[in-house]
């Protein structure tokens, strides 16, 4: 990698400046974070961190999952915020870690697994857990983040994972191709799978050619002991640090020459390739069921809805991005013209039915697009048994067409609201307005 212009160099220090890096492995205490955070301040005293720094935690390493109290120890994060802060000034680095978050909007209150990372001036950013883990009762507790996005803190962009979320390739890869230099990972990673977790860590160092610093919790809680073994790895793999399974801080000095002379001899960390045609995304009902048989043998949930998408438009975009967050791929069955015309009038679609299936196709959060010539999609529905059936919240799930066969087959059905003022019908008077 040539180092060119001034500005080039600006933005190269803003991917990583030469720091500290450390973390602070210790026996999380179940619902204790008085307990917790003297751990923290004892393994900060140990470990001396020098200027600019960042130091990891492990994840929750304030309270655990304490679940049986999740209100009581939410309310404890913005404490536990401010004491990271002062420990911040004091060595004047950040420090990251997970914590749980409370998110009320005036409905029931979610709550998140959330990386902070904390500076000397208080939070500079954060992340929530992608990726919530079955085996913990993650998803019956807790909400999943959106929008993995770097951070920006004192020692350069950072990229950031939450335990399981290291078993998920993307997610690193994504941040890091938004220019993040150092990765942090916060877990609390069983014993049993310690392999597991030190190829995971090392992996994503090699492949986005970035430093890793991945803390790790130790102890056991309800028979599960875990395998702290938190570990600093460089660029090109190189295991700089590596801790026992007990109790421990250690860290090191990252110079970012190494990471821009990985990246010299060849980089995978910029490769951002457009790979698909997506165009391919329009199937036959046939292919879609063969498509549909093989995504439920590997457990993936498949997500449908349907529309006649006439003048694609902000509103059917906000809707299918949202329904595709139900699952893990979503098919639209889409109105042909003459079901259009059925429905809508003579005058309508105002763009044929390959135009709109091609449309849609390029769309990032639809997966497949299948035409269909009824009025409505019960024979598509019936055909594929989606596992999760979506539409506008302005229906009833008892007039919703196919509800009644999905929810029978085991699965479940979604509404999810319109964004108001937008609609094809509106869009066409206006530039029939205007003509």
Known sequence: MQIGSSNQNIALGEILKPCFGGFVQFDIRQGDPAANLASVQQGLANLQPVAPGLVVLPELWATGFAYDRLPAMAAQTPLMLAALSSLAKRYTIDIAGSLLEAENNGAAPKYFNTLFVTGPEGVRGSYRKQELFAPMAEPDNLAAGLEPLPITSGVGLLAALVCYDLRFPDLARQQVAAGAGLLAVSAQWPTV?????????????????????????????????????????????????????????????????????????????????????????????????????????????????????????????????????????????????????AIKGPQRPVTGELSRARVLAALACVDHVVLFDEETPLHLIKALLPDVLVKGADWPVEKIVGAAEVIGAGGRVANIPLVQHFSTTDIIKRIQTEL
């Open 193 to 341: 799978r310690l392999d597991h977790w030190l190829t995971l860590v090392k992996a994503r160092a090699i492949e986005n050619q970035i430093f890793v610093i991945a803390c790790n919790r130790s102890g056991i809680t309800d028979g599960t002991v875990f395998a702290g073994n938190s570990l600093i790895v460089a660029p090109d793999g190189v295991v700089l640090k590596l801790a026992g399974q007990d109790q421990e801080s250690a860290g090191c000095l990252l110079q970012p020459a190494e990471l821009f002379a990985v990246r010299s001899r060849f980089n995978t960390a910029a490769r951002v390739a457009c790979r698909n045609h997506d165009a391919n995304k329009i199937a036959t009902l046939a292919e879609l069921q063969k498509t549909v048989g093989r995504y439920k043998a590997i457990g993936r949930r498949v997500v449908f809805t349907n529309g006649c998408f006439d003048l694609l438009h902000q509103g059917h975009v906000t809707y299918l991005e949202e329904a595709r967050r139900h699952g893990d791929c979503l098919i639209v069955g889409l109105n042909s013209d003459r079901s259009v015309r």
